[in-house]
């Protein structure tokens, strides 16, 4: 996936209201929109450098959008939680997944569950449905591990039951997470934040949803679905 326009390159002077931002850049401040709605942990460092892409549509109110950060002054990360599904979708589409490969049908965003929609749905030739629940993940704690969620999360917890649903019903259930982040090389549920998503995870996990790791290369031009990374079920509450 490559970005639709050059980026630019500025500093983070403030993250405010979930989704706006004050950049400066080379010519001036500028406000950009944050399309991310979670607390960003670690990924909204003060004077961190960052990258916007600029729309050249006349009725967007922001013409600006964040895009990445440098975390730590060191790893590039990608706060935008549009991409993830798109990163996913195309390399399921190029056989990039081995864990996802040989389904003949791909769809995106489908009705299911109570009143969710699960991001991709693979069907194979014989009709079996494969459930495809995406997560990005850009948490990397001082530890040196990389967690999800980044904040307590309602909605990721019933989206683990909705997985387990489906396995329960015969079909597969796959919990993919979108590693966004250069530092990270390893995915555990975050007990140390949401105690209930870890142990509603294990539960998940234990009955059959599967769950998978992919770490996503960054530039200031492109982003593509790279490698895989073990996923840890098994640490203890971080502290």
């Given amino acids: 996936m490559k970005f639709p326009s050059t980026l630019i390159e500025g500093k983070l002077l403030r993250r405010y209201k979930r989704f706006l931002s004050d950049i400066e850049l080379p010519n001036g401040e500028v406000v950009a929109h944050c399309p991310n709605t979670g607390s960003m942990r670690r990924c909204q460092q003060d004077g961190a450098r960052v990258w916007l892409s600029k729309s050249n549509n006349p009725k967007r109110k922001l013409g600006y959008t964040w895009e990445l950060v440098e975390v730590d002054g060191e790893y590039l990360a990608c706060i935008n939680t549009g991409w993830p599904n798109k990163l996913v979708g195309e390399a399921i589409a190029n056989n990039v997944i081995d864990e996802l490969n040989g389904y003949s049908e791909q ?4 009705k299911y569950g109570e009143n969710s929609r699960i991001d991709w749905l693979l069907t194979d030739a014989e009709g079996k449905k494969c459930y495809v629940e995406v997560k990005n993940v850009t948490l990397l704690e001082s530890d040196g591990g990389g967690y999800f969620p980044d904040a307590v999360t309602e ?53 059959g949803v599967e769950v998978i790791a992919y770490k996503v290369a960054i530039s200031q031009k492109e982003m593509f679905i790279d490698q895989s990374v073990p996923v840890l079920t098994s640490l203890p509450i971080k502290r």
């Fill in 155 to 207: 909605r990721g917890r019933k989206h683990l039951f909705e997985l387990l649903r489906m396995v329960q019903e015969g079909h597969r259930a796959v919990l993919f997470f979108c590693v966004s982040h250069e530092g990270i090389n390893s995915v555990s549920p975050a007990a140390h934040i949401d105690k209930k998503y870890a142990e509603a995870f294990k539960s998940v996990i234990d009955q």
């Fill in 107 to 110: 769809k995106a965003e489908v």
